[in-house]
T-cell receptor, first 112, second 113 residues
Framework: QKEVEQNSGPLSVPEGAIASLNCTYS??????FFWYRQYSGKSPELIMS????GDKEDGRFTAQLNKASQYVSLLIRDSQPSDSATYLC????????????FGAGTRLAVHP | GAVVSQHPSRVICKSGTSVKIECRSL??????MFWYRQFPKQSLMLMAT?????????EQGVEKDKFLINHASLTLSTLTVTSAHPEDSSFYIC?????????FGPGTRLTVT
């Protein structure tokens, strides 16, 4: 069973703090990883992709990948109330599967 | 990023009728599109992978005769929920890949009365 696991939260952080979201994946063959943000009642929005070990930064977001530990994380700096949403971690399964598998999502609440 | 549209955004239908949902890739061509369903407070569930010019691939447990998928062109895939029942009420979201990244449409909220 190929899985992506996330803590469901809620993760509560004060405005201006760093929010740290984590996920692990089971398929060692996965090479592409994604973070999506989903507001309540809306569809997922792609915010970060990462393919190589290390860090990738885009504005206030930093994605981190450690393939040896099968671990992906997302850091949100200077968190804002508008960042309050569910964050979905996803891994692309190749090798005949050719689909994204999603974690259950972590709910982030940023309070003023 | 790439844009995926869906129509309609909301639909209410009576039990026993059929509903068609359209998914379009607006600024890219998509040989493959994906259909998801999401119940309240649950994660996305992949229903099927739609392949242009060939049959869709359904996930285990998804009734292919109930959820008809047609991918007639490189920019359009449709999902038809046949003989809808109240338990089919859900948020249906399509998705397509462009340059290795997967983008989602805005979703269609189906309510079956």
């Amino acid at each position: 069973q190929k899985e992506v696991e996330q803590n469901s939260g809620p993760l509560s952080v004060p405005e201006g703090a760093i929010a740290s979201l984590n996920c692990t994946y089971s398929d060692r063959g996965s090479q592409s990883f994604f973070w999506y943000r989903q507001y309540s009642g809306k569809s997922p929005e792609l915010i970060m992709s990462i393919y190589s070990n290390g860090d990738k930064e885009d504005g206030r977001f930093t994605a981190q990948l450690n393939k040896a530990s099968q671990y992906v994380s997302l850091l949100i700096r200077d968190s804002q109330p508008s960042d309050s949403a569910t964050y979905l971690c996803a891994a692309w399964l190749s090798g005949g599967y050719n689909k994204l598998i999603f974690g259950a999502g972590t709910r982030l609440a940023v309070h003023p | 990023g790439a844009v995926v549209s869906q129509h309609p955004s909301r639909v209410i239908c009576k039990s026993g009728t059929s509903v068609k949902i359209e998914c379009r890739s607006l600024d890219f061509q998509a040989t493959t599109m994906f259909w998801y369903r999401q119940f309240p407070k649950q994660s996305l569930m992949l229903m099927a992978t739609s392949n242009e010019g060939s049959k869709a691939t359904y996930e285990q447990g998804v009734e292919k005769d109930k959820f008809l998928i047609n991918h007639a062109s490189l920019t359009l895939s449709t999902l038809t929920v046949t003989s809808a029942h109240p338990e089919d009420s859900s948020f249906y979201i399509c998705s397509a890949r462009d340059s290795g990244k997967q983008y989602f449409g805005p979703g269609t909220r189906l309510t079956v009365t």
